[in-house]
């Protein structure tokens, strides 16, 4: 035989790990090799971030791009991040449907500091007083916010909120129209929230979509990684406000040791 024609039988090193990263990347199709490696660091799988890499692409994992997504032109400002747990909070809505053709809308609440999903409600219908009244469960949980940031919707300019800002003390800010980019940290938490959960999950009905959501929502908070945190959950990032900040809410003027990004 030619040694010219001669190769060797392909040998793929570390098949164990390969293995696991199938196995996270299926049960997580829209998680990158950044986001798989933290999760194999968690169970104490360490190596080089090429070697990560290279086994990632031998595996053929990578996620796909979506198309035909809008991007912002133009310059913008940052939108500073709070140094503390209920300095600010973000609302808005998420639309989706469920079988056969029903829609449905999500109010999502984030935590702007620890980027914790403070709250999420689905419904056929939410007007201002529905939104008043699940704020008002949040606050009894989490705590009373310094203030909340939102859009210019009906439900959030209702008389219902503007007697509930009255009764509570809580500001209110209203982005200026047309410009969602003010409101930042919302919009980036609905991305994740519909590429990870909506694109991902067909809906059968409301109670189904109430119940995805629910672990969705505990996973993003306790299990997930944010590059925000260095690859730490919001959980983590506000228990670790509560034991090293003074007062019942976390409040304090220390700044969580996070860097800039969306998680």
Not at 84 to 108: E, G, K, Q
Not at 144 to 156: L, R, T
Request: charge should be positive; glycine fraction near 8%; charged fraction near 30%.
């Amino acid at each position: 035989m030619d040694p010219k024609t001669f190769r060797r039988p392909e040998t793929r090193d570390n098949p164990e790990v390969r293995a696991r990263m199938k196995e996270i990347a299926e049960h997580r199709r829209r998680f990158g090799y950044r986001r798989i490696g933290l999760l194999l660091e968690r169970e104490g799988v360490t190596m080089n971030k090429k070697k990560l890499y290279r086994l990632y692409t031998e595996e053929r994992l990578t996620v796909r791009k979506r198309r035909g997504r809008k991007r912002a032109t133009g310059t913008r400002n940052p939108m500073p991040v709070p140094d503390r747990p209920n300095a600010r909070w973000s609302l808005d809505f998420v639309s989706d449907i469920f079988a056969p053709s029903r829609r449905m809308r999500i109010l999502a609440v984030v935590d702007d500091c620890t980027r914790e999903s403070i709250g999420m409600v689905a419904d056929t219908s939410i007007g201002g007083h529905r939104v008043a009244r699940e704020l008002g469960a949040m606050i009894r949980v989490y705590g009373k916010p310094g203030c909340i940031v939102s859009d210019n919707g009906s439900e959030f300019t209702s008389r219902a909120i503007l007697e509930w800002q009255t009764r509570t003390g809580v500001a209110w800010h209203y982005i200026e129209p047309g410009k969602p980019q003010q409101n930042a940290f919302a919009e980036s938490f609905n991305g994740r929230l519909r590429d990870e959960c909506l694109n991902e999950t067909a809906f059968d009905s409301l109670a189904h979509a109430r119940r995805v959501l629910a672990l969705w929502r505990h996973d993003y908070n306790h299990v997930r990684p944010h590059s925000a945190h260095q690859g730490r959950t919001p959980a983590s990032a506000r228990a670790e406000a509560a034991g090293h900040w003074p007062g019942s809410d976390g409040r304090s003027s220390r700044p969580l040791p996070s860097k800039t990004g969306s998680g």
